[in-house]
Each structure stands twice: as structure tokens, then as C-alpha cells.
């Protein structure tokens, strides 16, 4: 059979072949091609397969490059051909390299799951394969939690018809996610998720159709670990609660340990013991028990964060005027956490040394932890507000804790608001201003010679904190409902650009970056 190479070159040209979709994982269908700097991922976030701007066509792991075709120079296009052949053009209708599978119409690359790149045929027939297959484990998610950057992940968000047994609409809206019901401030950048649902708001500024990710599919929470280890951020802190919804965070628990495992990440769980009720104490102890330790096994994992030889947990929300338990409720807990070989992290009010904004008696509690993460967001938007923060709370409370042998996780977030979901407050309540709110937290760290962070959140789309990939301006959200969107303060940023800064904020904390005062990254 005859190879066939300007012709189907002249079809790309002539707009006859397709861009690989935007959302699309784990295939190239036949007319589908990707450009320079174009990729697929697979579909459980493990590795993705990229048409270099060198010329080179390479598949990474969660390791690093794969398999790759081992070219170089200028292409134009990775074209899955009608005819079944891969083919890697250059410029002037010149192939690079291809697979010689011609002959076969209807076959399709997949790139599978366990990393290996198949070509088949319609009845399914291998025609080619890479022949190499994910390596065990990825790179190592080493010790616990000291002098990392930590992401807190809410995976809380489920949509009906996603396969989960909630099968509704949660923390996207009201029963239903149409104009006036939403209760999420900032619009998603939904065009990498394999798996998405349809809401009933209006099209896109773009005129796709506006649709939400399930945080149940594996998809999802592969899409996201993915990004953690792109953008060099170390691990995720897993909330948990005690809702009504027991099954269902129950299997994204067990997809989080996948994903971190795959991606090299270490995760670690973290009770909010909001709405728990006044059994709070005991209801966390059997949940540790019977599920996290022995149904889940998710302290068994090798991703699973260890600080010392002992398995990380947090516990948020001690002391707040708001939440329950007395002083010797949180003691107790927190000694019962030890007694079984655990490491123990508090969520606690920004006043918790100076007693403002805290239930009394609790600082006794608080020299019982072994690590303490004072909960910030919301005490500060100027970089004036940032800086008295530092000399009158954060330099205090890390020379109180070293005293006492206690470790320090400061948090840091971007920006805040919640007007979707709390009526009359304000749109764009504290602005990110294009990063500089974030960072003069982290550069403060640094000079404050602390390399430990905790960012809220990674996906809290909710109250707008979210440094995941996020709308870029008005194309990318409905056209009748107000979402914040990234250009909210002027500038046009990527969608990517808070995940880029959190990586240069970790690289100057760890000290592969010099510390500057300015964010560091470009907007685009």
C-alpha cells in the first residue's frame, strides 16, 4: 500500500484535518493533529504525549520523557492520517517520521493509561506500539511536610450524572447551577478535563457550551495532581468532613492516593470539623480508624506524608469561636492522634498566641500540636497589611514556636470572594492584584527564614482562594451569570498563572531562587 504524505499534509493546510480537542484524553482520532507545543494527556493524569517545539514527539511520565521519536527540527504537525498512518510532518509537505501503519483507515493512536502508545485498528487490531509502560511509583514523594509547599484540596464538587452515588449538583450551585443559583465565585478553565457536565447556564463568551468537572471522576483528580507536579508544588492537604456524603469522599479519598502515588506527590488527611457537632472527637477517631487506616489503607501508601517516621494529620479549626470543642476535648484528640504514631497539624485562628479571635484557654491546647498552620485568609489584601502582619504575627508566633519545639506552617492565599454564594458582599472582595497579594506572603516567609507554606487552596472555586487553572477573561466564562475571572485587576493573565507563581514562591522558600520582592513570573 502506498504511503500517502503531501496529500494528507495539503488536507491540514486546507483545514480538512483537526486540532486534537482541547478536553480530549487519551486518543488521536484519524484527521485529528497536534501543532508544536500541542499535547494529549492520559486519561488518569499519569503521562501525556507532547509535539515538542523541537521537532522531537515525546511521551513523559510522571518520572520524565518515556519514549520519544527522536527527531529534530521544524515541524508543523503530529497528524493521525485517515489511512492509518502517524505521521510527523516538517514544512513543504515533508514527512519527519510515522509509524509505516498506512493501509488501515479508521485506526487511531491511544495513549493509554499505563503509558504505552498503541495505534489500532477499527476491530481493535494493533498496528504499532511505543512498547514502554509507566514506571512504579514516579518520582519519589519524600518525607512529611517540613519545608514544603502544601496545596490544600477540597475535592468536594460532583455533578449529576457523574457516576457517584450523590448524583446532584454540590458547591457549584443550588440544585441547579443556572443564573442567580451558583454559589462558586471563580470560573474553572475547563478545557483540559476529559469529563465535564452540562449546566444550565448560558455558552461561554467563546460560544462553547458552559460545563463543570466532577471532582468524583479519576479524571479530574488525575487533571489536578498533574498540575500540582508540573508546577513543582509538593503535595495536598485532603479535607475531610463528617457530611451526609460519606461514600462519595470516600472514593475520591482513595483517587487522591492514586493520583499523588502516579504523580509523586505525598498527600496527608485534614479533619475540618466544621458542622461535626459535639461528637466531633469521636467521630473522627472511627473514621481514622475504621476507614482512613483500615478500609482505605491510605497510611499505607508510599505517598502518604510522614514527618519524623509518623504519619502526618491535621485537625482544623481548634479554638474557633464557631467550631466545637472545649479545651479538653482538643487535648484529648490530639493525644489520642499521638498514641497512634501520628504527627499532628492544628488549623488554628491567626490570634491563636494572642487570644483574639480565639475561644478561651486554648493556648495550652495549642503547645500540645506538633505543628501549628494559623488560618489567614481573609486578615490582610495590601501589601502594607501583609507586612504589619509579619512583624506583629509571623516573626512573633515562629520564634514562640521554636522556643517551644513546635514546627510552623504559615498559610498564604491569593485573593478572596464569595459574592455568588453570600449575598451583598462585594465582587472581587480581596483582589489578587495579578499575584502580588500571594506573593508578598511568600517573599515575607523568606525573609522571615520560612521555608514551610501552606496555600488555600488549590481547587476552592467556592470562595475564589482556587490557584488552579481559573478563566481568563470574559470568552472563557457564561455570558449571564458574573464570574471572577483572572483579568479582574486589569492585567490579562494565564490560566496557569497562579500555579506558576506557587512554583517560583516554593523554588524561592526551598532556595533555588534568589529572593526578590516582585513577582517573578510573566503574565502569560
Known sequence: MKRTWALSFLFILAGIGSYANAQTCGVLRPGEFLAPNQSVPTCNGVGRLVHQSDGNVVFYDAVGALWASGTQGTTVSLFMQSDGNLVLYRAANMPLWDTATYGNPGAQLAI??????????PAGNVLWTSDRFCRPGGPTASGGVKNKLIAGYQGWFSAPNDGSNVNQWVHWGRGVVSPGN????LYPDVREYPALFPTSLANLGNGSPARLFSSFTDSTIGVHFRWMREHNIDGAALQRFMDDRPAMRNSIAAKVRSAAEANGRVFYVMYDVSGMGPDFAG?????????????LQLTASPSYARENGKVVVSLWGIGFPDREGSPQDWINLINWFKAQGAYVIGGVPWGWR????VKPNFLNVYTQLNMISPWTVGAYSTDADVDSYRTTRLIPDRDFLAARGIDYQPVAFPGFAWSNWVANTPRNQIPRRRGNLFWRQAYNLKRSNISTMYVAMFDEYDEGTAIAKAAENSTMIPTNQYFLTLDADGVALSSNFYLRLAEAANRMLKGEAPPTSTVPISNQ
Open 354 to 357: 494572642t487570644g483574639e479571635g
Open 112 to 121: 493509554q493509561d499505563d503509558c504505552n502508545l498503541v495505534i489500532r485498528g
Open 182 to 185: 451558583v454559589t462558586f465565585e
Open 283 to 295: 467521630r473522627i477517631q472511627a473514621d481514622w480508624t475504621n476507614t482512613i487506616v483500615n478500609s
